[in-house]
C-alpha cells in the first residue's frame, strides 16, 4: 500500500452512527473469507499507510493492529468500497495462515445444519495457548 497524498477519500465511505464501518477479510490467493471487523476512520487511513490490517476493537475501545499479539498479521494487497460505500473489504496475505483467534484459518468455520445445529468443518491449525502466550 502506498500513502495517499490526501484523506478525501476516507470522506466517501459511509460511516455508521458510531463512526465505525464493517471491513471482510478476504484472502487473495484463494479467495476464502477469513474474519469480519470494524474500522473507524483512524483504522482505515493507518491501514492504507501501513499496509497492514488495523481494526478497531469495539471490545477493548482502541486500535487493534491484526496480529499484535499472535504474530499472524494481514498484508494488505487492495482495499475496496462496495457499491453502497458501508462495507469495505481487505484483499489480504495472511501471515501465519491463522486469521482466527481460536487458531483456525477462518473464523467461518461453522456450517449450518438442516436439524437446526453448528457443525465445525475447519480444523485447529495451531492450539491458541501456543499463540497466545
Same mark, same amino acid.
Given at each position: 500500500?502506498? $500513502?495517499?497524498?490526501?484523506?478525501? /477519500?476516507?470522506?466517501?465511505?459511509? /460511516?455508521?452512527d458510531q463512526?465505525?464501518?464493517?471491513?471482510?477479510?478476504q @484472502? &487473495?490467493?484463494?479467495?476464502?473469507?477469513l474474519? +469480519? &471487523?470494524w474500522?473507524?476512520? @483512524?483504522?482505515?487511513?493507518? =491501514?492504507?499507510? =501501513?499496509?497492514?490490517?488495523?481494526?478497531?476493537?469495539?471490545s $477493548? $475501545? $482502541?486500535? /487493534?493492529?491484526?496480529?499484535?499479539?499472535?504474530g499472524?498479521?494481514? !498484508?494488505?494487497?487492495?482495499?475496496?468500497l462496495? %457499491?453502497?460505500?458501508?462495507?469495505?473489504?481487505l !484483499?489480504?496475505?495472511?501471515?501465519?495462515?491463522? &486469521? %482466527?483467534?481460536?487458531?483456525r484459518?477462518? %473464523? +467461518?468455520?461453522?456450517?449450518?445444519? &438442516? #436439524?437446526?445445529?453448528? @457443525?465445525?468443518?475447519d480444523?485447529v491449525? !495451531?492450539?491458541p495457548? #501456543?499463540?497466545?502466550?
Amino acid at each position: 500500500m502506498s $500513502r495517499p497524498n490526501s484523506v478525501r /477519500w476516507l470522506n466517501e465511505v459511509q /460511516w455508521d452512527d458510531q463512526g465505525l464501518v464493517p471491513v471482510i477479510a478476504q @484472502e &487473495a490467493a484463494s479467495g476464502d473469507v477469513l474474519m +469480519f &471487523a470494524w474500522m473507524n476512520r @483512524e483504522a482505515l487511513q493507518r =491501514t492504507a499507510e =501501513t499496509g497492514e490490517a488495523i481494526y478497531w476493537s469495539r471490545s $477493548r $475501545r $482502541r486500535l /487493534w493492529h491484526k496480529g499484535e499479539e499472535s504474530g499472524h498479521i494481514q !498484508k494488505v494487497l487492495e482495499i475496496r468500497l462496495d %457499491c453502497d460505500s458501508d462495507v469495505v473489504l481487505l !484483499k489480504i496475505e495472511q501471515i501465519g495462515g491463522i &486469521a %482466527c483467534h481460536t487458531g483456525r484459518h477462518s %473464523c +467461518f468455520f461453522q456450517r449450518y445444519l &438442516a #436439524d437446526g445445529s453448528w @457443525e465445525t468443518v475447519d480444523p485447529v491449525v !495451531k492450539d491458541p495457548k #501456543d499463540i497466545y502466550k
